[in-house]
């Protein structure tokens, strides 16, 4: 193989494609020349013990590598699982300052006791260079800060060193308070092999000094901006809060309120990292929202300013802004399809930011549809595991996607966007779309999945459906329904029933878009019974408990018999209580009653969990997902919770949060939900209360209904 040019001092790290010839993804490599057809001959180098030295030499495509600085060659060498160096790749505005650190500027680092502040004292040569091709690695050596803003260490003692990877937060200079000096560290003799002391830190007396002298002139003008002081905060807002320790600590606003035994408003935030003495969502025995451990601090809502990292304001200082979109996070589809997440590791792979399926140009709606649809429930699963069809290399795609999901916890932006693209329709690469059209599209038109749902009208012939639309009139119901009761007046209201059990059961609420919504709070129910929507099935009942013959609709929301469920009554039941001088109006309706089925057998029971929940606020589609049996395990998933940069040049940044408070109320009776003021209730189980759209339930004992017969 002929290579034509020679390039020196390029290095690189593989982020997608198959090992070949040396080089697998995650592995670091220096360009020694480039072939003609556009692969790079390089040096690999593999991390750990014999990073100094390459071990062999390889080929690789260029748009398999993403291109490194020295430095960051050197820094991603200490780091010595692959996966972590990719995920840090991810995060380019912590890896870009990570890059710039200079000595004494402080920052959070992972340690065994949590996330701990520290002072970046030495960059550290680690590994021998015995010959010119050697490449040693970097690493920090910090000193631990304690909450009284002293250094930790007492007496002369070796540094504790940490990898790039080890850092989860940069605290801006300008961020550290006015007065605030640190003692020079005393470092005492380490006993490290082949680990060296750099003299210098670089970038030292650049960026961060000038931020530091220009402090003094821009803390006056900065208290009294109008860009922070008089900023409206919100649930949602980053805000930065100066600790009594005089600690910067960064975070979101999580709750807004009065707490129990105060008269202002205080805010709940959730702090990008632990802190020691904080909690994980709850003030005093209140819960107000739910974080990790050592999170949650809770504050008077004046102490909050907006973060100040990504604001800009009209003195010289300088706002980190993105210089690039994150690469794609690399991945490699095996033949064998990624079963849902288990339960021992969904949190680990799930919860936190970049997390999820990454949001683009308002795509919220399939965002939330297809992590609703598939990050821990089979039900749909079989759309994705037919054979791959060159005819329909949307669902090559969509499988793609989903593996990724489960696999990495992760998708980037870029996968859902060639998604988009082969819908079908232009407008879906755009455009702000509900979360029905998507589904209808999916599975109608790209997937040719037979309907969901077979619906029967008034003993009509069947008709086919992939979504439940509620349809009714709002004084037929309380002010505050559960979604079992809207599903029963609705189909008796219609004289609709399913012709068969459904496997996945999606129950649209009667609410259009952000403009309109019939109730202002739903509560969800957590098993629906069917039993008695089902055409042509045997029914109890609603007495007696023997087989029902009789079926009443306006009996539904007599109090005296169980308000807001359907009643089907035995012939002699049904006679006793149309006798009542109240019901003689009624019609009751004759239900078809299987021949076989004895009057006094026990009737079986159709039940449907539900695993879903998308929600809608302001345009914007949210979902919650429940990831086990446990009545806690759900989880928040946002594709735009945040954002990296501006509108032209940034990136969004998918979150998802551990919400097992919305399985405190869930577990209550449907008496104690009914008297809750949702006003009162944690943030994200005010949310779903309040803009639910979408309820997903799945039959866990039937899987998906066949491929659609007309497709060839």
């Known amino acids: 193989m002929e290579a034509d040019t020679v390039v020196k001092e390029k290095f690189?790290?593989?982020?997608?494609?198959?090992?070949?010839?040396?080089?697998?993804r995650g592995c670091i490599g220096r360009v020694e020349a480039e072939t003609q057809r556009g692969e790079l001959m390089g040096l690999l180098y593999c991390g750990g013990s014999s990073a100094g030295s390459p071990k062999k030499g390889g080929i690789v495509r260029r748009e398999d590598t993403y291109p490194l600085t020295r430095h960051q060659a050197q820094l991603l060498l200490f780091v010595s699982s692959t996966s972590r160096r990719l995920e840090l790749l991810c995060n380019p505005q912590l890896f870009t300052a990570i890059c710039e650190l200079s000595q004494d500027d402080l920052v959070v680092v992972k340690?065994?006791?949590?996330?701990?502040?520290?002072?970046?004292?030495?960059?550290?040569?680690?590994?021998?260079?015995?010959?010119?091709?050697?490449?040693?690695?970097?690493?920090?050596?910090?000193?631990?800060?304690?909450?009284?803003?002293?250094?930790?260490?007492?007496?002369?003692?070796?540094?504790?060193?940490?990898?790039?990877?080890?850092?989860?937060?940069?605290?801006?200079?300008?961020?550290?308070?006015?007065?605030?000096?640190?003692?020079?560290?005393?470092?005492?003799?380490?006993?490290?092999?082949?680990?060296?002391?750099?003299?210098?830190?670089?970038?030292?007396?650049?960026?961060?000094?000038?931020?530091?002298?220009?402090?003094?002139?821009?803390?006056?003008?900065?208290?009294?901006?109008?860009?922070?002081?008089?900023?409206?905060?919100?649930?949602?807002?980053?805000?930065?809060?100066?600790?009594?320790?005089?600690?910067?600590?960064?975070?979101?606003?999580?709750?807004?309120?009065?707490?129990?035994?105060?008269t202002d408003e205080w805010a709940g935030i959730e702090l990008d990292y632990e802190v020691n003495g904080c909690s994980d969502g709850k003030y005093g025995s209140q819960r107000y929202f739910t974080c990790k451990g050592n999170r949650a601090l809770f504050v008077p809502v004046t102490k909050c300013s907006p973060d100040s990292r990504f604001v800009s304001s009209s003195t010289e200082r300088e706002t980190p802004k993105p210089t690039e979109t994150p690469p794609d996070l690399p991945f490699e589809d095996s033949e064998e399809d990624a079963p849902p997440i288990p339960e021992s590791e969904a949190l680990s792979l799930l919860v936190g930011k970049m997390k999820g399926i990454q949001g683009h140009v308002n795509s919220c709606y399939l965002d939330a549809t297809l992590f609703s649809l598939f990050s821990s429930s089979v039900t749909l699963d079989n759309i994705c595991q037919k054979p791959a069809d060159t005819k329909q290399p949307i669902t090559c795609t969509l499988r793609k996607i989903i593996n990724r999901l489960r696999r990495q916890g992760i998708v980037p932006a870029e996968s859902v966007m060639n998604f988009r693209k082969q819908l079908g329709c232009d407008t879906f690469r755009t455009e702000e779309k509900d979360p029905e059209e998507f589904i209808t599209v999916l599975f109608?038109?790209?997937?040719?999945?037979?309907?969901?749902?077979?619906?029967?009208?008034?003993?009509?012939?069947?008709?086919?459906?992939?979504?439940?639309?509620?349809?009714?009139?709002?004084?037929?119901?309380?002010?505050?329904?559960?979604?079992?009761?809207?599903?029963?007046?609705?189909?008796?209201?219609?004289?609709?029933?399913?012709?068969?059990?459904?496997?996945?059961?999606?129950?649209?609420?009667?609410?259009?878009?952000?403009?309109?919504?019939?109730?202002?709070?739903?509560?969800?129910?957590?098993?629906?019974?069917?039993?008695?929507?089902?055409?042509?099935?045997?029914?109890?009942?609603?007495?007696?408990?023997?087989?029902?013959e009789h079926e009443c609709l306006q009996c539904l929301p007599d109090r005296k018999l169980q308000p807001g469920r359907i009643k089907q009554y035995c012939t002699t039941c049904n006679t006793q209580v149309h006798a009542h001088p109240s019901r003689q109006g009624h019609s009751p309706k004759a239900l078809a009653v299987p021949a076989e089925v004895p009057t006094d057998a026990p009737v079986p029971k159709h039940m449907m969990e539900l695993f879903a929940v998308l929600c809608i606020q302001t345009s914007h589609y949210v979902s919650f997902v429940k990831y086990s049996p446990d009545p806690h395990s759900w989880l928040f998933f946002d594709s735009m919770a945040d954002r990296c940069g501006d509108d032209q040049s940034g990136y969004n940044i998918p979150e998802i949060r551990a919400c097992p408070e919305l399985g405190d109320f869930l577990s209550q009776s449907e008496e104690e939900q009914a008297r809750a003021n949702p006003s009162h209730a944690p943030e994200l189980v005010r949310r779903l209360l309040c803009d639910s759209y979408m309820f997903l339930y799945q039959n866990p004992a039937t899987p998906l209904s066949k491929p659609n017969p007309q497709e060839p």
């Open 12 to 24: 690189f790290i593989v982020i997608r494609g198959k090992s070949k010839k040396g080089f697998c």
């Open 444 to 548: 109608q038109k790209v997937l040719c999945v037979e309907p969901l749902l077979k619906l029967r009208s008034r003993g009509e012939t069947s008709q086919g459906a992939y979504t439940f639309q509620i349809f009714l009139e709002k004084e037929q119901m309380a002010q505050m329904p559960t979604v079992q009761q809207l599903l029963d007046k609705s189909c008796l209201s219609c004289d609709l029933k399913f012709e068969e059990m459904p496997s996945c059961l999606i129950v649209q609420m009667p609410r259009f878009g952000n403009k309109y919504k019939m109730f202002s709070h739903i509560i969800p129910s957590t098993e629906l019974d069917i039993t008695d929507l089902l055409y042509n099935s045997p029914r109890e009942c609603f007495v007696c408990g023997h087989l029902a």
């Open 111 to 262: 340690h065994k006791k949590g996330h701990l502040p520290a002072l970046v004292k030495n960059l550290m040569q680690i590994g021998r260079k015995e010959n010119k091709d050697d490449l040693h690695m970097l690493g920090f050596e910090v000193e631990f800060v304690d909450s009284d803003r002293n250094l930790s260490s007492k007496k002369p003692a070796p540094l504790p060193l940490f990898s790039a990877a080890d850092v989860v937060q940069v605290v801006p200079s300008y961020s550290v308070p006015l007065g605030l000096h640190w003692r020079d560290g005393q470092c005492g003799g380490l006993n490290r092999k082949a680990v060296t002391r750099i003299n210098s830190m670089p970038n030292i007396g650049s960026r961060g000094r000038q931020v530091r002298e220009n402090h003094t002139e821009q803390s006056v003008t900065q208290s009294q901006s109008p860009s922070t002081s008089h900023v409206p905060l919100e649930v949602g807002s980053m805000v930065e809060v100066v600790s009594n320790s005089g600690i910067t600590v960064y975070g979101v606003i999580r709750w807004l309120g009065v707490l129990g035994g105060k």
